[in-house]
Nanobody, 115 residues
Framework: QVQLVESGGGLVQTGGALRLSCETSGATFSIDRMGWYRQAPGQRRYLVAVVTASGTRLYGDFVKGRFTVSRDTATNVYLQMSSLKPEDTAVYYC??????????WGQGTQVTVSS
């Protein structure tokens, strides 16, 4: 059974930084991409950043150079966030897509940016 475990969320002031981590286990398949989505109350889930198997990094338009996604092993992915704004407040979800197109999600970690 695939498990994705996020950590690193919390409360930070405007302009601050946080680093999210996601550790996966139980994946017996090839991973196409890993990364992060976020969902604020009453909104849909949005792509934040992903890194593909080839190393390509994709970011949501709202990131604007403030976040960096990285992957140090085949199973761990990170999101370094800086210059945080109140509108970045959301639950951040780790995401894995297999090469077969199946999606897996973590339980989410809350990020709250105070003004």
């Amino acid at each position: 059974q695939v498990q994705l475990v996020e950590s690193g969320g919390g409360l930070v002031q405007t302009g601050g930084a946080l680093r999210l981590s996601c550790e996966t286990s139980g994946a017996t398949f090839s991973i196409d991409r890993m990364g992060w989505y976020r969902q604020a109350p009453g909104q849909r889930r949005y792509l934040v950043a992903v890194v593909t198997a080839s190393g390509t990094r994709l970011y949501g338009d709202f990131v604007k150079g403030r976040f960096t996604v990285s992957r140090d092993t085949a199973t761990n992915v990170y999101l370094q966030m800086s210059s945080l704004k109140p509108e970045d407040t959301a639950v951040y979800y780790c995401h894995v897509r297999s090469s077969a197109g199946h999606d897996y999600w973590g339980q989410g970690t809350q990020v709250t940016v105070s003004s």
